[in-house]
């Protein structure tokens, strides 16, 4: 169980394009997503929290008009990287927690993204 | 700001041995502790999770501690094997119930 199913897995787009990234929780609703993005060698940065229904909350330094984060229903969520540039090229992965207690968060698999 | 760091970047251990990761944090107080692995190029995936109120935990050929008062998680695999090779990642549960990651030790168990 708790599975969370990202897509897709890796994009390239060309500079000045909008990328779409998908986040769906499989087998279980999650109120709460959250983003992060990774660069080589370094760990997962928070990028937003994102909430069914309402607006995302970013982290300090995270554009908002940039990545635009969408919660619509308990299962789905998007990041939207608009107008993307060579320096948005990173490792995109979203996150779900699950049941509380000792599972954990859930992660998908991750969306690699290259700017050209 | 709350800071959360893993003292090596890289480490490596002979197949067999017993390996040790150390998370260190500062500035926060958190209900409870988690550590993940990551594989390249994929998400992270959730191995223990570890409360306030306990010392130690264990699954399998994992072991955790939590040390509330240094400020400090340890990490043992023991009878460490190649498939262990990956990176490790202590996590910290933020008030919005958002997980903020340490910096990751890349572990590499040699045959």
């Known amino acids: 169980g708790a599975v969370v199913s990202q897509h897709p897995s890796w994009v390239i787009c060309k500079s000045g394009t909008s990328v779409k990234i998908e986040c769906r929780s499989l087998d279980f609703q999650a109120t709460t997503m959250f983003w992060y993005r990774q660069f080589p060698k370094q760990s997962l940065m928070l990028m937003a929290t994102s909430n069914e229904g309402s607006k995302a909350t970013y982290e300090q330094g995270v554009e908002k008009d940039k990545f635009l984060i969408n919660h619509a229903s308990l299962t789905l969520s998007t990041l939207t990287v608009t107008s993307a540039h060579p320096e948005d090229s990173s490792f995109y992965i979203c996150?779900?927690?699950?049941?509380?207690?000792?599972?954990?968060?859930?992660f998908g698999s991750g969306t690699r993204l290259t700017v050209v | 700001s709350q800071k959360i760091e893993q003292n090596s970047e890289a480490l490596n251990i002979q197949e067999g041995k017993t390996a040790t990761l150390t998370c260190n944090y500062t500035n926060y107080s958190p209900a409870y502790l988690q550590w993940y692995r990551q594989d390249p190029g994929r998400g992270p995936v959730f191995l223990l999770l570890?409360?306030?109120?306990?010392k130690e935990k264990r699954k399998e050929r994992l072991k955790v501690t939590f040390d509330t008062t240094l400020k400090q998680s340890l990490f043992h695999i023991t009878a460490s094997q190649p498939a262990d090779s990956a990176t490790y990642l202590c996590?910290?549960?933020?008030?919005?119930?958002?997980?903020?990651f340490g910096t990751g030790t890349r572990l590499t168990v040699i045959p």
């Open positions: 570890i409360r306030e109120n306990e």
């Open positions: 996150s779900a927690s699950s049941i509380a207690g000792d599972r954990g968060y859930t």
């Open positions: 996590a910290l549960v933020g008030g919005a119930n958002n997980l903020f």
